[in-house]
C-alpha cells in the first residue's frame, strides 16, 4: 500500500543548530514532493516544491533534497530559531495530473534558547 | 487581501445532526480541496473539485457531501452517516495543473457531542 512517513517523535534542537527532517514514501512515483509549516490550529502554509528532476531546492534558510532512487526528501533548516518551531509536513502529489496531495503525518519541531 | 476563508472557527453540534461547513477563496482558483485532520494523523482528503459543476470523492469521502456551484465557493456537508464527525477539517485552494502549491484556510474544527 502507498504508505508516506514522517518522524513522529518530536525533534528537539537549540537555537542556531540545523534542523533536519526526513520524508520516506513508499508506493509513489511522485513528479514532485511540497514541504509545509503548521502551528497549533491553523491551516498548513507552504514551504518549498521540489521536482522528481531537481535533486536540491533552497530558500532562504531552508534547503530540500528529493532522492527518487532512495524515495526520500530530506528538509534542513539552518541557522534555526525558536519561531521555527512547529510541525512540517511533506506532501506528494498521487495522480501523476493535478495536484491532489497526500500528506504525511508531520514532524514537529522545537527550537529551545 | 486574497485568500481562503473558512467558517466557523469552531462548530458544535449535536449527534444526528447534518452540518455544512463554508469554504470561500478569492483567489481564482479553479481546484478546492476539502481535507480531514485527526490528531496524530495526517491530511486525509475527503473530496476535491479541478473545476466549478464538477468533483470527485477523495480517500474517506463516505458520510460527507460538497457542492461546486461557484468557482469561488465549494461547502462541505457533514451528514449523520458519517461515524466519527469530530475531527479539524481544513479547505485549500490551488490553480489547475501540476506543482503548483496549496492555500489552505485556517480551519473548522466540528465537535459532536
Known amino acids: 500500500s502507498q504508505k508516506i512517513e514522517q518522524n513522529s517523535e518530536a525533534l528537539n534542537i537549540q537555537e542556531g543548530k540545523t534542523a533536519t527532517l526526513t520524508c520516506n514514501y513508499t508506493?509513489?512515483?511522485?513528479?514532485?514532493l511540497q514541504w509545509y509549516r503548521q502551528d497549533p490550529g491553523r491551516g498548513p502554509v507552504f514551504l518549498l516544491l521540489i521536482r522528481e528532476n531537481e535533486k536540491e531546492k533552497r530558500k532562504e534558510r531552508l534547503k530540500v533534497t528529493f532522492d527518487t532512487t532512495l524515495k526520500q526528501s530530506l528538509f534542513h533548516i539552518t541557522a534555526s530559531q525558536p519561531a521555527d518551531s512547529a510541525t512540517y509536513l511533506c506532501?506528494?502529489?498521487?495522480?501523476?495530473?493535478?495536484?491532489?496531495?497526500?500528506f504525511g503525518t508531520g514532524t514537529q519541531l522545537k527550537v529551545e534558547l | 487581501d486574497g485568500g481562503i476563508t473558512q467558517s466557523p472557527k469552531y462548530l458544535f453540534r449535536k449527534e444526528g445532526q447534518n452540518v455544512t461547513l463554508s469554504c470561500e477563496q478569492n483567489?481564482?482558483?479553479?481546484?478546492m480541496y476539502w481535507y480531514r485532520q485527526d490528531p496524530g494523523q495526517g491530511l486525509r482528503l475527503i473530496y476535491y473539485s479541478q473545476i466549478v459543476n464538477d468533483f470527485q470523492k477523495g480517500d474517506i469521502a463516505e458520510g460527507y457531501s460538497v457542492s461546486r456551484e461557484k468557482k469561488e465557493s465549494f461547502p462541505l456537508t457533514v451528514t449523520s452517516a458519517q461515524k466519527n464527525p469530530t475531527a479539524f477539517y481544513l479547505c485549500?485552494?490551488?490553480?489547475?495543473?501540476?506543482?503548483?502549491?496549496?492555500?489552505f484556510g485556517q480551519g473548522t474544527r466540528l465537535t459532536v457531542v
Open positions: 508506493n509513489y512515483s511522485p513528479a514532485y
Open positions: 506532501a506528494l502529489d498521487n495522480t501523476g495530473g493535478g495536484n491532489k496531495l497526500t
Open positions: 483567489l481564482n482558483h479553479d481546484a
Open positions: 485549500a485552494s490551488s490553480m489547475r495543473g501540476e506543482d503548483t502549491e496549496a492555500f
